[in-house]
């Protein structure tokens, strides 16, 4: 199992910050669902293009996986997801371009055969 925490930088033009946040929290949440429903598609390319250089995921067992040890996964099916729900969605904004998204994820698939 997998455990991610991802933070977001964006920009906005000299409009009402409360107004863009509403706009920029709801579009960060659908960010998070296609990042989920890639990689049930195993869509290495998606995944790829949405994850920082320096990216980085622990899981529960304080293994680190790197974006291209994490996109390789993907691409060489050895993490599969089968299905995931995420629930309990939140972001917090932590300045003018920056904010935090958590959820709590229930996956089900395979990562290295287990």
């Known amino acids: 199992m997998r455990v991610r925490s991802r933070s977001y930088q964006f920009t906005y033009g000299a409009t009402d910050a409360c107004t863009y946040f509403g706009s920029a929290e709801t579009e960060l949440k659908a960010i998070e ?15 790829k293009n949405l994850e920082a250089d320096d990216y980085v995921v622990i899981d529960p067992a304080g293994t680190a996986t790197t974006k291209a040890q994490d996109v ?38 395979s990562d290295e055969g287990k």
Not at 33 to 47: C, E, H, N, S, V
Not at 75 to 88: I, P, Y
């Open 33 to 47: 669902q296609q990042w989920l429903d890639a990689y049930m598609k195993g869509d290495a390319a998606f995944i």
């Open 72 to 109: 390789k996964a993907v691409t060489d099916k050895t993490f599969v997801l089968k299905s995931a729900t995420m629930s309990d969605t939140k972001v917090m904004s932590m300045g003018d371009n920056y904010a935090c998204v958590t959820a709590m994820l229930k996956m089900s698939g």
